[in-house]
């Protein structure tokens, strides 16, 4: 989200479907309710809402980012507008509905026929397919190719950088290594998922799960025709099982969607699909695609990660701008890990004494104020379940505490401090405001903070990389995360689980691996009463956060601009993001 960025106040039910608040907790105007539409704009006015409902056709939708796609391969992308941006082009078993507000939440039949038949004791998954399904080049999608596209992520070496949460779940010590080296002549080897004919597919867990279909809904779990499938460059062109297919594609400048025309809307009734064509513009220049926001030319950005201070400031003073932009808190906690194997960070106390000398405030400013999010204390967003105001550091206080800092510098042996370096993608301004801040913090403890910028295109290999992060000295590391699904596992587990710690696209930067960290995960997975579920959550939580590996620096919001021609505009907190499978222009241009 990417990962989606959700929260979860009640375990998947019967029929998938969650029943309790939603991501974004207090976000402003509206109901959730499916008929609630809005067609007189204003702030928040796509926030738990439909603005401007409309099923009109036509027009090119022009999405432009100042961040480039991780990957446009549903195996390897975890940038959480990428898996937003899916929705055109990757269809999976189930998917979360195209409905505003917690509604959006809710896991829905999309290839799959139907909800699963979930065997008594929990651990058998069987799903049957729609009819008449295919790919953009006519050919049928059968189980065999879902079963096809969940093995490449087990190909590590080729597949990297996308959720592996399939792999934990599906292996079960076959140590299976994907496709590319599988001696099954048919290359589907994984003994975990069946697929006795073209249209049932059977999964088989070691234990029950209840946030297995959330994983059915991510986009590594999407078809992949073998016959089409090129490994490590299957990004450059994926087949499509959407409403779109790529026309155009060319890293770091632009991508174009057109319509698919082997798609059946009437197997998709979800999906709006209601623009000719959907354009993604990237550029170096952040501030210029805020001015094209608000000239016009520009109708969204595709990160959707809020304007820049400047233009913040020009929108929120003018009540005529103001009234085209949202502002919902996005599931993100914005941090620094604090990586303890590289020193002086295996020392505890010199983790403290970051803690302590921390000025929230300045790395609240730092993001754009409290319009971009809340100061926090802990490890699970405010809006999900099991999180509470734990807050050991005294981080909300918004100040920092020297004295502490400097007496843990004592206890550390380092009480004339040190240096150190810190890691940061140069092509996110708020993040090198963060870096820059914390950097100026310390100052004060003589901590010395050197600031290393490297392409945000390259996380998964530099900061999600524990041998680069090693040899390079990064004791801190600025980034966010926002829940892959919509539970305490789903934000904490990538961050916190030893047994997700991966070569590269790493996420658990402190490379926490507590066995008895993982035992709670395990615990809660199979806890089936969501409150008792949410104290394990929060026990993790408070653990991890005791062990000052995580800096947060905002629970956070993103005040983004919408162009007035939109229509069908709404915040999914499936992805704390405006869902952009709905949106149309009005104008039909």
Partial sequence: MTRNRTL?????????????????????GGTSSEASASSKGGFNAAVDKVLNASDKKGG????????????????????????????FYARTLLAFDGKPGKEGLKLVPDLAAAQPEIAADGKTYTFKLKKGLKFEDGS???????????????????????????????????????????????????????TPDDTTIVFHLAAPDSSFPFLLAMGSASPVPQKLDTGAKYGDKPVSSGPYKFKTVEPGKNYELVRNENWDPASDPFRKALPDVVKLTITTNADDMDARQLDGTADLDWAQTGLSQAAQAKVLTDPALKANTDDPYNGFIRFISIVPKVAPFDNIHCRKAVMYAADTTALQTARGGSVAGSTFGSMLPPNILGSDDYDPFELTKGKPNLDKAKAELKECGKPDGFTTTIAVRGNKAKEVNSAVALQTALKAINVTVNVDQYDGKLLASVAGSPDTVHSKGYGLIVAGWGADYPNGAGYMQPLMDGRF??????????????????????????????AKAAEIYKQINHTVVDSA??????????????????????VNDAFGEVDFQALGVSDGK
């Fill in 8 to 28: 979860a106040a009640a375990a998947l039910v019967a029929t998938l479907a969650l029943t309790t608040a939603a991501c974004g907790g207090s976000k402003g």
């Fill in 60 to 87: 090119t939708l022009n999405l432009w980012s100042s961040t480039d796609v991780d990957s446009l391969d549903p195996g390897r992308a975890y940038y959480a507008s990428v898996w937003n941006y899916e929705r």
């Fill in 140 to 194: 049928p999608i059968t189980t065999k190719d879902i079963k096809y596209g969940i093995e490449r992520i087990f190909a590590q070496d080729v597949v990297a950088g996308g959720p592996t949460y399939l792999i934990n779940s599906l292996d079960q010590g076959q140590n299976y290594k994907g496709p590319y080296t599988d001696s099954d002549p048919n290359k589907l080897g994984l003994k975990t998922v069946e």
């Fill in 501 to 530: 710690i991966t070569k590269t696209g790493n996420s658990n930067y402190p490379e926490t691996n507590d066995p008895a960290i993982n035992a709670l995960f395990d615990k809660a997975a199979a806890e089936k009463d969501p």
């Fill in 549 to 570: 590996v995580w800096l947060p620096i905002v629970a956070d919001k993103a005040l983004n601009y919408r162009n007035p021609r939109l229509t069908n505009v709404f």
